[in-house]
């Protein structure tokens, strides 16, 4: 199982680094890969499952990844209670991984400059 698992990690990477020409998501998920803490998998993943059509803004992206809040609303009150579990599972998970990247990376390190 571990070759097995070794053997696709490598096309993987090997995806990522060597843009074929029928594959358009290959030369971004490189420049993904190129930013700090970011590697192969994660910068393939978001380019395929979030970044394959342009959103207009980002509330559509969190509702993709199903990251919105879902509303509880009982007589007078309405509020909003933990996050849905509507959305791509995989882009989920990925994210909340990204959002603890850029806890540990903070903008003004030289890492993420």
């Given amino acids: 199982m571990l070759k097995q698992i070794a053997v696709v990690e490598a096309e993987r990477d090997t995806a990522v680094t060597a843009a074929s ?7 971004r998920a490189a420049l993904l890969a190129r930013l700090g803490g970011i590697g192969p998998e994660l910068a393939t993943v978001l380019v395929r499952e979030a970044l394959y059509r342009p959103f207009a803004i980002g509330k559509e992206v969190a509702a993709n990844a ?9 007589g ?37 400059c």
């Fill in 21 to 27: 020409l029928d594959d358009a998501d290959a030369p």
């Fill in 66 to 74: 199903g990251l919105t809040s879902s509303p509880f609303a009982s």
């Fill in 76 to 112: 007078d009150r309405h509020q909003d209670q933990v996050i849905s579990t509507a959305g791509n599972l995989l882009l989920r998970k990925s994210m909340v991984e990204l959002a603890w990247l850029c806890l540990r990376y903070p903008s003004g390190s030289a890492l993420a």
